[in-house]
Structure formats: C-alpha cells, structure tokens
C-alpha cells in the first residue's frame, strides 16, 4: 500500500529570530517568528507525513496554546512525528519540498538540508529533495515578509 502526503507552512521573517529551514541555519538578516523554533520546513514535512498516514497535524498535536512547544527544536518535532508514522507500519519511500523567500538564497545549503532530513526519516539523501524559489515580488514571500514551505512525500508498508 502507497500513500501520497502534503504539508505547507509559512512564517513571518522577523529581526532577532534564526532563519532554520529543517534544522540548518542560514545566516539572514531575518528569521521565523513562531511559537517553536519557527522551522517552516520541519512544519511542513511533519505535516506531509501525517496527512500520507492520516495521524493528525502538528497544529492538533502540538498546539501553540501548549508551553511545552515553546521555543521547540521542530526537528525534535519531526522525529516526534516520524516515530508515530513508523509505528502504524510506514517507511518513507520519497520526500520532494519547495522553500519560497526572497533571502536568503536556498541553494549553497540545499544538501546539508536534505541530508539532515535524511538522516531523520530514515533513507538515503536521493530519497529528498527540495527546491528554492523566489515570490516574485508578489505577496508577504514575494515583499520578503514571509517564508513559504511546501512538501510531498510518499509513505510505503506492506
Ligand atoms: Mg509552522
């Protein structure tokens, strides 16, 4: 049995906050405001995960109004989540993600990325990929106000 999982996520860019897209850090003038570490990424790959295995969503299962998410390590989240996707039976076979802002640019950190997603989801890194764009000048990405995440992934169990 195959399943196809989607998650998206956006945060607004803020001075005084780190800029984490799946745990690495990018150096910029601006980081994710957010309840937890503000790791769009990690958000939106969590989510994918869920939706393929149908388990919830990290805005159920760790909700904002909880203190205990604050300030959270959202990889930390993540392996959260994949520890509940691997105990109902699945394995991730791929993961393929696009990050939107204006800046930092994406790319020179892109392997360190998929490696360190990788490493928590359990395959080898030609099982991730992730893709940088701009917002065109269009919109809270495209004026640099916000950053955007999407992933799809694809569960596996036998
Ligand atoms: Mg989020």
Request: charged letters at 25%; one cysteine or more; aromatic letters at 4%.
């Amino acid at each position: 049995m195959i399943r196809v999982g989607l998650g998206r996520d956006l945060h607004r860019l803020v001075k005084g906050r780190r800029f984490l897209l799946a745990g690495v850090e990018l150096p910029a003038k601006r980081g994710e405001l957010g309840h937890s570490d503000g790791d769009v990424l990690a958000h939106a790959v969590s989510d994918a995960l869920l939706g393929a295995a149908a388990l919830g969503d990290i805005g159920g299962l760790f909700p904002p109004s909880d203190q205990t998410w604050k300030d959270a390590d959202s990889m930390e989240l993540l392996r959260v989540v994949f520890g509940m996707v691997k105990q109902a039976g699945w394995r991730l076979v791929n993961l393929d993600c696009v990050v939107s802002c204006e800046e930092p640019k994406v790319l020179p950190f892109r392997d360190r990325i998929r490696q360190s997603l990788a490493q928590t989801l359990e395959v080898s890194v030609d099982c991730i990929f992730v893709k940088g764009k701009t917002g065109e000048g269009l919109g809270p990405v495209g004026n640099g106000k916000a950053v955007e995440a999407l992933a799809v992934c694809l569960l596996e169990k036998e």
